[in-house]
């Protein structure tokens, strides 16, 4: 059953032979605010407008689960690397207004097999609003 997927491409699913699916997703906006110094008073604030969306999760990769924990982190530093933007769909439903651009992706080595495979490890995705 798929879960999710960004740009089409990177697919979060779950099945008898394969789980991959992230955890934590956390997504914040926030404004600018500009202060003007006034003598004698208070700075006054001036609103600018809107941040840049993020976005950002974890996902835990692990052989067991079926999944080639190297490959699909592979996968996602590419795509940080490239700066690939695209849609998040989560559920069957776009998550934001906008694409999103994957702007770090930061890989933790967890469990390694005696050739030096991964078994495990947790790779967490950052992502800003692309407009």
Request: aromatic letters at 8%; one cysteine or more.
């Amino acid at each position: 059953m798929v879960l999710g997927a960004f740009d089409g491409d990177l697919i979060f699913e779950t099945s008898d032979e394969r789980v991959l699916t992230y955890q934590g997703l956390q997504r914040a906006n926030s404004s600018r605010w500009q202060s003007h110094e006034i003598i004698g008073a208070c700075p006054r604030r001036e609103f600018l407008g809107e941040n840049t969306p993020t976005l950002s999760f974890l996902i835990h990769l692990s052989a067991v689960s079926g999944v080639s924990p190297d490959r699909e982190a592979d996968r996602w530093m590419q795509a940080a690397q490239r700066g690939s933007t695209g849609y998040l769909v989560i559920g069957g439903r776009v998550i934001g207004q906008h694409r999103w651009s994957v702007t770090k992706a930061a890989f933790v080595q967890l469990k390694t097999i005696a050739d030096g495979r991964t078994l495990s490890a947790d790779i967490t995705v950052t992502m800003e609003g692309y407009a």
